[in-house]
């Protein structure tokens, strides 16, 4: 099935799966008010920063994975954003494809991994 979804769908879905694990990461400071939270989120899914975790993660990646990456990087139509240039917000979204389609193949271990991977320091 997540085969015939297209990119740009699973990159809508992906952005949404993403944000999540980082809200629920930043969970684990729950001293810190809501819009502190907010702010430090923006860390992490900005088109800037999650360009940068393509780039990190692409050589980790299997074969299958990386196609992924590539399929959303190089999606036809994508729309144009305010706060991010075009090469990074094509990386953002190859990013988000991978997170969509893992989601929805349910292999939740591989995309913890993968997860993991982006936030490392």
């Given at each position: ?10 990159a809508f ?59 959303g990087r ?39 991994e993968i ?7």
């Amino acid at each position: 099935m997540e085969k015939d979804i297209g990119a740009k769908a699973l990159a809508f879905l992906g952005d949404a799966v993403f944000t999540l694990k980082v809200r629920v990461l930043l969970l684990s400071d729950n001293e810190r008010p809501p819009d502190e939270l907010s702010r430090r989120a923006k860390k992490y899914v900005t088109a800037s920063a999650q360009a940068s975790f393509y780039h990190k993660i692409f050589p980790l990646l299997n074969e299958e994975e990386q196609g992924l990456l590539k399929r959303g990087r190089n999606s036809s139509g994508l729309s144009k954003t305010k706060n991010a240039n075009t090469s990074d917000y094509r990386h953002a979204t190859g990013l988000e494809t991978l997170f969509g389609y893992l989601f929805l193949s349910g292999n939740e271990t591989r995309l913890n991994e993968i997860f993991n991977m982006c936030i490392k320091e």
